[in-house]
């Protein structure tokens, strides 16, 4: 089974299971220290453990999805999430500069496993708001990381200031 197919099944496995609170209580344990064995019997079904890349990409899915089973937008990604969470649902740009360096610590990362730690956090921002999350999008991103899933993450979360730019030259003109 190849990685896409692993991950379009432990995706089917999450949603038959969204109602289970022992299975998603071990998948909460995912990426907490000391605790994520609790999850390992889900993801072994899909994933070998000992392939730390795939493993930790499907430990983070695993703990957004537990934390916040609800889908987001098709398109949505990280970046959206990170605006929605900045601007507290409104528009404008001063949540967005205030938000700016915790977006920026995310960009920074060179690897889904730096990435992880630094998601977690923002899971539970994200439900404790309501926000729901892509699982399936933030699985392609995170197995894809590198420049490109940056910059769309960055063109997502920075959208909202073009907009408000283009209004602003709009009014001047």
């Known amino acids: ?18 109602e289970n609170p022992g299975i998603m209580a071990d998948l909460r344990c ?6 994520e064995h609790r999850a390992w019997p889900h993801i072994a079904r899909y994933f070998s453990l000992e392939n730390m890349r795939e493993c930790t990409i499907a430990a983070t899915v695993a703990a957004a999805f537990a934390l916040q ?23 404008g740009n001063d949540g967005l500069n ?18 992880s730690q630094q998601l977690h956090g923002i899971f539970k921002v994200a439900k404790r708001r309501g926000i729901a999350l ?13 420049d490109r899933v940056k910059r769309r993450w ?14 602003e030259a709009e009014v001047h003109a």
């Open 98 to 115: 205030t938000f700016a360096a915790r977006f920026q610590r995310l960009l920074a990362c060179d690897s889904p496993d730096e990435l």
């Open 69 to 91: 089973p609800e889908c987001g937008g098709e398109h949505e990604n990280m970046g959206d999430i990170m605006r929605r969470i900045a601007t507290g649902g409104e528009s």
């Open 154 to 167: 960055a063109e997502h979360y920075y959208s909202n200031l073009k907009k408000v730019a283009d209004g």
């Open 134 to 146: 892509n699982h399936r999008n933030l699985a392609g991103d995170l197995t894809f990381w590198g």
């Open 1 to 18: 089974m190849n990685s896409e197919q692993a991950f379009s099944g432990f995706l089917d496995f999450l949603q038959c299971n969204r």
């Open 30 to 35: 995912a990426l907490i220290p000391g605790r």
